[in-house]
């Protein structure tokens, strides 16, 4: 698709790309839902069922949603309550409390967003409760009708339901159980969580999604860009190289916030100068992902920090992963030094315990045991956070490496 | 030549301005920008920017959103010590004081999304807004919940908000036992030395020509550059030293082309800055003293290290000895060092090479106040007589850190000690009382 036929079309390309960019942010930043959740269609219908019985019914229910991370458990349930609430009965009955295990960290807390959601403060105002069942038995009591004779049905949202279960004495999920069994109030609690492995049920679905996830929705206002871009992605996911890199990035994790963000950097390509993805961009991005960090920062480090890196390799090598000190890696660099008659590396031992303490603090070398205050600083011990091939990458790339500390990291005892 | 940035929805001179002020960094700036995207859209929830310390990312993150006039806020995890002040300085920055007031008594998370919320609905955000969190490592010491909740502090005020975080250390490091929300990765490069040198050169002395300033950074960094990649502290070292470069000049000895000469003039120099400066065993204050006194006399240098410069009791000392050789030395080995008629001991014997790794490297080790006594006594020359001013010298060799205790203080009779002074350290001492502590060494043998 050439640059001339966008400019054809009846907006300017500028406009064009700044709505296209506005939509698929939207999207990929999580903000709007998915016209129909996709891949867990039983899952929905059996939710929806569930949550409408509380809603209309007044039965109590108790649901756990268990998934990996970024397998669309808050998605699903998001979808299921907006089909819900279109439901004109559901709309004026239900009450909703979302609790989220991250910021609610303990009941009491847990309790007074409870009250703020359900708009009691009020009613509660200054009265002293003996315990967290009472409390609670009265937040739902003061939601009964004028009639008294049945009770507002509420649901109550756990997102990071694995947290609740840290709070002392479980108080809030007993309660809550408690109250859905004993039939006191008609509650519905559903919690999310990705602490048990479940059925990996998205994963068939994942190359297609890229698709339906760049595709544009059919009332974009210009139809020969809409037009354009959808052809140009459909060209995209036929390229080989594409589909390699999104296998692999499959292979890695299959989640789709990580899918999310590796789209979002091809998306951030995107410009006027250049409005459509190109094979490259993709590549690009899988590049950006798949980067190793710990090899990034050894890339950064002096000369002299390395050299101590490549002493600890040997001594990690010789000594089978037993844990170093200072005076031993430092040795360990003298002998490499005796070996060479230019002695350009030659450092006084303050300076070598810098550049050490320079790598603890970038996490690369760690303590071994938390009693450093009783030992001198070049005799604590030791453990190195890196592996062999990682530090001959970074070696390979480091700039202008000297040749003599190359051959010597490759020698096979320091 | 400066690479153009390119962004849509920007002045296109603002944007000429940002990437004049970022030299060396507009690869990493444009890729942010690009990310960014326009401000009124959204960006991805939680971006993770890593590189080495002095790198720029507090620099081009601040630049950009200075002077693009984003709405931010920018919180130095180090100064909060409680998660109040984070929460205090993040609704400031954002709602203005009255909102930063809301706040109640030690706030937990979730009064901070509460207010957010709250603020939010009177103030929704036209542009995206920005915290930025540096030094963020520290945020994996505060509550466990913190570091989740914040890389999903979109989702969780529902505004367009974006938290960007800032660290030396990498993500790895940080991710919690449970996982959580991904923030999306970017590595900033570490300059190379052509970047080094032109970013320093930049900072040039105006009665000095470019050239001249240049070549003097072109010393500057042949002798530091191998220890330390830091912007930062090379630009310290610059400033410190340039007037000692600059001195056979004004005197009229050379001329500014003679860059051998000048060389030969700052590099030992500049090696001795490596030893003290660098080490911050001495501040720039005194550095600069010191360069003075140097020019009127030209005597021998004094020890620069703080620690050669320890005055103790005469006895404290010999103590100091006798507990240095009680660590370094195998217990076995004492009646070799210290009896007169120690008998026929096997030259070869005594020398077991298999004990290969010497215990300068392994370190101290522990031994019983009893040993330590006897060595004493068989090191001082005089008789001395087991008083309870020994003892107490003892003791005040562990408050002063130079020796530690290491068994427990209910032990009172039979207590441990290690000694914690270094080889250099030890010897200074040993000359002050004319004792030959290598000679007594088993590892210098």
């Known amino acids: 698709m050439s640059k001339r036929k966008v400019k054809d079309a009846h907006l300017p390309v500028g406009e064009c790309i700044t709505q296209l960019q506005k939509i698929l942010r939207e999207r990929l930043c999580n903000q709007q839902l998915p016209e129909k959740p996709e891949g867990v269609g039983a899952q929905h219908k059996h939710l929806l069922e569930l949550l409408r019985r509380t809603a209309v019914h007044g039965e109590s229910n108790s649901v756990l949603i268990v998934g990996p991370r970024g397998a669309g458990k808050t998605m699903l349930l998001k979808s299921v309550l907006r089909e819900l609430l279109e439901e004109k009965e559901v709309q004026k009955n239900l009450l909703q409390v979302q609790l989220n295990g991250l910021l609610q960290t303990d009941d009491r807390i847990a309790l007074k967003e409870i009250t703020r959601q359900l708009h009691l403060e009020n009613v509660v105002g200054d009265k002293v409760f003996g315990s ?79 698709q339906t996830q760049l595709s544009l929705p059919q009332d974009f206002p210009d139809e020969k860009f809409a037009k354009d871009w959808n052809e140009s992605v459909k060209a995209l996911c036929e390229d080989k190289s594409v589909e390699e890199v999104l296998l692999r990035h499959f292979n890695c994790s299959r989640d789709f916030r990580s899918l999310h963000m590796f789209l979002m950097l091809c998306l951030s390509r995107v410009t006027v100068a250049k409005p459509v993805v190109k094979a490259a961009d993709v590549l690009e991005a899988g590049r950006l992902c798949f980067a190793d960090a710990k090899a990034d920062m050894l890339h950064g480090l002096s000369i002299l920090e390395l050299c101590l890196i490549i002493a600890m390799k040997h001594l990690n090598d010789v000594y089978e992963g037993e844990p170093f000190n200072l005076q031993m890696v430092h040795n360990e ?38 009693s450093s205050a009783k030992t001198q600083r070049e005799y604590q011990l030791m453990r190195l956070m890196l592996d062999n091939s990682q530090i001959m990458e970074a070696l390979q790339k480091y700039p202008q490496c000297p040749t003599d500390v190359k051959q010597w990291a490759m020698s096979a005892f320091g | 030549m400066i ?47 890593y590189g080495h ?17 984003l709405p931010h806020a920018t919180v130095s995890c180090v100064e909060c010590v409680s998660v109040a002040l984070l929460f205090e300085q993040v609704l400031l920055s954002f709602f203005g004081c009255d909102a930063a007031s809301l706040l109640p008594r030690s706030p937990s998370l979730s009064d901070f999304v509460r207010i957010y ?28 919940n913190l570091l989740p909740a914040i890389l999903r502090l979109q989702e969780l005020v529902e505004d367009n908000v974006t938290v960007i975080f800032l660290s030396e250390i ?15 990765l970017l590595h900033f490069p570490d300059y190379s030395k052509g970047e080094l040198q032109q970013i320093l050169s930049q900072d040039k002395h ?12 072109n010393i500057l960094l042949g002798v530091f550059y191998s220890v330390c990649r830091d912007l930062r502290e090379l630009r310290h070292l610059a400033a410190l030293n340039f007037s000692k470069f600059c001195e056979p000049l004004a005197e009229g000895k050379v001329k500014e082309s003679d860059t051998h000469k000048l060389w030969r003039n700052i590099e030992p120099h500049l090696k001795k800055a490596m030893q003290t400066v660098y080490l911050r065993e001495v501040s720039s204050l005194q550095w600069e003293q010191m360069q003075q006194v ?20 005469y006895y404290s000392k010999f103590l100091l000895i006798a507990a240095y050789l009680a660590s370094y030395n195998p217990a076995r080995t004492d009646k070799r060092f210290f009896l007169k008629h120690h008998g026929k001991i096997k030259k070869t014997n005594f020398l077991k090479k298999n004990e290969k790794t010497s215990n300068h490297l392994l370190g101290p080790k522990p031994f019983p106040l009893d040993r330590l006594l006897a060595i004493f006594y068989s090191v001082v020359d005089s008789r001395v007589a087991p008083t309870a001013s020994i003892f107490s010298q003892i003791s005040s060799l562990v408050t002063l850190q130079l020796l530690t205790q290491v068994s427990h203080d209910d032990q009172l009779d039979a207590p441990k000690y290690k000694c914690a002074v270094s080889m250099d350290f030890i010897c200074a001492i040993s000359r002050t009382v004319n004792f030959d502590i290598v000679k007594y060494l088993y590892d210098f043998l």
């Open chain 2, 170 to 184: 990498v993500w790895d490091k940080f991710r919690p036992n449970t996982g959580c929300f991904e923030p999306l």
């Open chain 2, 294 to 313: 140097e020019e009127k006399e030209t005597g021998p240098l004094r020890g620069l290290s703080a620690h050669t410069h320890v005055e103790l009791p």
């Open chain 2, 53 to 69: 310390r002095a790198s720029g990312k507090s620099h081009v993150m601040h630049i950009l959103l200075k002077e693009l006039e």
């Open chain 2, 117 to 144: 919320r709250q603020q939010c609905l009177e103030m929704p955000a036209k542009q995206t807004r920005y915290v930025v969190m540096e030094k963020a490592e520290l945020l994996r010491d505060m509550d466990a």
């Open chain 2, 206 to 217: 105006p009665s000095y020509s470019a050239e001249f300033y240049s070549s003097y950074i």
């Open chain 1, 132 to 210: 967290f069942a009472e409390n609670l038995a009265f937040l739902l009591e003061a939601l009964k009708k004028g009639d008294r004779s049945s009770s507002r049905p509420v649901l109550f949202v756990l997102d990071e339901f694995d947290l609740f279960a840290h709070h002392k004495n479980q108080t809030l999920l007993y309660n809550l159980f408690d109250v859905s069994q004993s039939a006191q109030a008609p509650i519905a609690v559903v919690g999310l969580t990705c602490r048990l492995d479940v059925l990996e049920l998205l994963e068939k679905r994942y190359i297609e999604r890229v």
């Open chain 2, 3 to 49: 690479a153009r940035l390119q962004q849509t929805g920007y002045e296109e001179d603002r944007l000429q301005r940002v990437a004049k002020l970022l030299p060396c960094r507009e690869l990493q700036a444009g890729t942010l920008l690009s990310i960014m995207g326009q401000p009124q859209q959204y960006s991805y929830p939680s971006v993770f920017i």
């Open chain 1, 333 to 370: 660099f003298k002998k490499f030094l005796q070996r060479k008659s230019n002695s350009m590396y030659n450092f006084e031992q303050p300076v070598v315990l810098k550049a050490f303490e320079h790598l603890q603090q970038l996490e690369l070398i760690r303590p071994v045991d938390g």
